[in-house]
């Protein structure tokens, strides 16, 4: 087969997977009853009007004049949902759902743009051409930023009351039986972190460039730290343990009045877990979700540490004779049974449910179910350039204040379970579907 046709077939099969992505975000929408369209989930973020216009923004801003020759229909609407917000420095909007187009308005706008850009793209995908930059980078980024936006979206709608939602159905949770806390050895070794340029593989900017690590010997838990087990540090007042928090941690642990989860509720002597569309009693063996800052107060409680985002990796990839895999498990790709990914469940499951997907050393559930905070301040990797089309994606947070997060949750597509990709946030957000495990050194 030509080098051109197989191209011209890549591209189109990446259209299928935007508009495979488009359902999926369209689908969240759904659940939302229109009531609370101009609901603001939470405190830092835009009100959810926003994000339905913003997707189908970003295409349009991203592909016009790199990929297509488009011209504005509507200026306004393609500037205003251009950015998100990303809640640095504890500033909060303070915009009126006034201040929003109305809902029709926004839709027809969607509407209009996915229309030309479906029009367009058949056409220019549809023949070689010489582009300034490569049509299936500009669609991978389209597509991964609709699928990230997928499991943002989620975790945003998880904190709207339950009655301003529409309930949707769950996928059954195999009983485990409770998980027994172990600790894994991990032996020295090196590791891989980052892409190679020279790959065919998409990877966001930040992911190159690939380079080796060594990384000393050191215990890993073998399973996410469950609620059961926060649940102690709880009890034991650690919240109210001033020796167990960085001073920026406790000022916002006790300015924010942070005495729990944000995922936990309580009612008399229960506690309950907040889920998408009911609590319910709580699951002992789910992976608690929390901040950085929460997770790094229970470590040091724990008389031990959060994992370097290097530790992570050998704990996940390495092997007893230094030959990285491509998952924990193999180099077979994702499959619903080896985790908790991949838009399966609204909620978490059990930490113990997947013991074909351990890794060579015995780590379980490292891909799904939640992602998990490393101590790593998220970085750029030697050689780090930005897209030039989209200089601020990661180059914004290199500022000191974020967090390297590995694995992946319940919402996090399968395309975004690779090796090499990083996630990140600062330390005091909760919101997140993100738990961790712990390191002895």
């Not at 913003?54 to 200026?75: I, Q, T, V």
């Not at 034991?236 to 406790?250: H, I, K, N, Q, T």
């Not at 008399?268 to 992976?287: I, N, S």
């Amino acid at each position: 087969m030509s080098t051109t046709l197989n191209a011209v077939q890549t591209r189109h099969e990446l259209l299928e997977r935007l508009s495979d992505a488009r359902v999926r975000t369209d689908q969240l929408f759904d659940i939302i009853r229109p009531e609370s369209l101009y609901d603001r989930p939470i405190p830092e973020r835009h009100r959810i009007i926003f994000y339905i216009g913003h997707l189908e923004a970003f295409d349009w801003n991203l592909l016009s004049g790199r990929l297509l020759d488009l011209k504005p229909f509507n200026p306004e609407l393609d500037k205003l949902f251009a950015f998100g917000i990303d809640p640095v420095g504890g500033g909060l909007p303070t915009d009126q759902p006034a201040d929003w187009p109305k809902v029709q308005d926004v839709r027809n706008y969607v509407r209009a743009a996915r229309e030309t850009l479906d029009r367009e793209l058949e056409g220019v995908l549809s023949t070689p051409g010489s582009y300034e930059f490569s049509p299936s980078l500009l669609l991978n980024v389209a597509i991964e930023h609709r699928l990230m936006h997928a499991e943002t979206l989620a975790y945003m709608f998880h904190q709207l009351p339950h009655d301003r939602k529409v309930r949707q159905p769950q996928a059954a949770v195999s009983e485990t039986g409770l998980t027994t806390p172990a600790m894994i050895e991990i032996p020295a070794g090196k590791v891989t972190l980052g892409l190679r340029r020279e790959d065919s593989t998409f990877g966001w900017d930040n992911e190159y460039e690939a380079h080796e690590v060594a990384v000393s010997g050191f215990a890993i838990d073998k399973y996410m730290v469950t609620n059961r087990e926060f649940l102690g540090f709880v009890s034991a007042g650690g919240y109210e343990e001033r020796s167990l928090w960085a001073e920026a941690d406790w000022e916002w642990r006790t300015g924010q009045n942070i005495s729990h989860p944000v995922f936990w509720t309580r009612s008399g002597d229960r506690w309950y877990w907040r889920g998408m569309f009911e609590d319910v009693c709580l699951p002992l063996d789910w992976p608690v979700y929390v901040s950085h800052a929460e997770a790094t107060a229970y470590a040091r409680w724990a008389g031990k540490a959060l994992p370097t985002e290097a530790q992570w990796h050998r704990a996940a990839y390495g092997t007893p004779n230094d030959v990285e895999r491509d998952y924990p498990w193999d180099e077979s790709a994702p499959r619903p049974q080896l985790g908790n990914f991949n838009f399966q469940r609204w909620d978490p499951a059990p930490v113990g449910g997947w013991p074909d997907a351990e890794s060579a050393f015995g780590v379980a559930g490292l891909l799904g179910n939640g992602w998990e905070w490393t101590s790593s301040k998220f970085e750029p990797f030697g050689g780090f350039t930005p897209f030039p089309f989209y200089r601020g994606y990661s180059a914004d947070f290199f500022d000191g204040k974020h967090y390297v997060m590995k694995g992946g949750s319940p919402r996090t597509a399968a395309c975004m379970l690779r090796r090499s990709f990083r996630n990140w946030f600062q330390s005091h957000y909760q919101y997140v579907y993100a738990g961790f495990r712990c390191v002895s050194n």
